[in-house]
C-alpha cells in the first residue's frame, strides 16, 4: 500500500463507547496529524506529532487521546465522546518540523458518528 | 492568531468561463498551500506557495502568492466539469501547523 491509510472508514459509536481511529503513513514521514472536519467548519488541528513525540495539542478534550507509537502510526483513542464530535477525522504525514514547503498528504478519513 | 478567509465560499460557473478564487490570511507567513477535496474523498495537494510573487500553474488552474498583501489567488481558466470539488487555501504557522481557510465549493455546469 502507498500513502496514508486510515482505518475503519465509517464508525458509529455510543456515548459510553470506547472507540480508537488507526492511521499508517507508507511515504516515510517523520510528522503525523490529526485534523477534524465538521460540516460548515474549516479544518481544525487537532495533534501534531514529530519524531514521535506531540508538538501540537490544540486545546483539544481529554477524551481524545492520541498516540504515536513510531513515525508511521498514528492513532486517536475515543472515550466518552458527545454527539457534536461526530465529524470526519483526517490524519496527514508530512516532512517533519522545519522542511518548510513539505505539503500535508490526508488519509481518506473516519466518518465518525457519536450516537 | 493566523486567520485565513477565503472567497467566495460558493462558487457556480458554467463550462468555459474563468474566475478567481481568493485567499487572505491575518499575519505573516512563509509558506502557503492549495488543496482540493472531491465529495468523500481526501484532500489532494494541488500547490505549494514559498515566497513573493511565486506562481505555480497546473493545467487550468493557476495560484499565485503576494506576501506583502497577504493574498493568494486560484485562478481558474476555461473551467470544464471534472474541477468541480472542494478548494482550500492552508496557511503556515509556527512548526507545521496549518491553518485552513473555509474552503470554496466550486460547482461547473455545462
Known amino acids: 500500500e502507498t500513502g496514508v491509510t486510515q482505518t475503519p472508514r465509517h464508525l458509529v459509536m455510543g456515548m459510553t463507547n470506547k472507540k480508537s481511529l488507526k492511521c499508517e503513513q507508507h511515504?516515510?514521514?517523520?510528522?503525523m496529524y490529526w485534523y477534524k472536519q465538521s460540516a460548515k467548519k474549516p479544518l481544525e488541528l487537532m495533534f501534531v506529532?514529530?519524531?514521535?513525540?506531540?508538538?501540537e495539542n490544540n486545546s483539544v478534550p481529554s477524551r481524545f487521546s492520541p498516540e504515536c507509537p513510531n513515525s508511521s502510526h498514528l492513532f486517536l483513542h475515543l472515550h466518552t465522546l458527545q454527539p457534536e464530535d461526530s465529524a470526519l477525522y483526517l490524519c496527514a504525514s508530512s516532512q517533519a518540523q522545519g522542511s518548510i514547503g513539505s505539503p500535508l498528504h490526508f488519509g481518506n478519513g473516519t466518518r465518525l458518528t457519536v450516537t | 492568531e493566523l486567520k485565513v478567509e477565503q472567497n467566495p465560499l460558493f462558487l457556480s460557473m458554467q463550462e468555459g468561463k474563468n474566475y478567481t478564487i481568493y485567499c487572505n490570511y491575518s499575519?505573516?507567513?512563509?509558506?502557503l498551500y492549495w488543496y482540493r477535496q472531491d465529495p468523500g474523498k481526501s484532500l489532494e495537494s494541488l500547490f505549494v506557495l514559498l515566497s513573493n510573487g511565486a506562481v505555480k500553474q497546473e493545467g487550468r488552474l493557476m495560484a499565485s502568492l503576494d506576501t506583502k498583501a497577504r493574498l493568494s489567488t486560484l485562478h481558474i481558466t476555461a473551467a470544464v466539469h471534472d474541477l468541480s470539488a472542494t478548494y482550500f487555501c492552508?496557511?503556515?504557522?509556527?512548526?507545521?501547523?496549518?491553518?485552513f481557510g473555509a474552503g470554496t465549493i466550486l460547482r461547473v455546469k455545462s
Open positions: 506529532y514529530n519524531f514521535k513525540e506531540q508538538t
Open positions: 511515504l516515510g514521514h517523520n510528522a
Open positions: 492552508a496557511v503556515g504557522e509556527y512548526g507545521n501547523k496549518l491553518v
Open positions: 499575519t505573516t507567513s512563509d509558506r
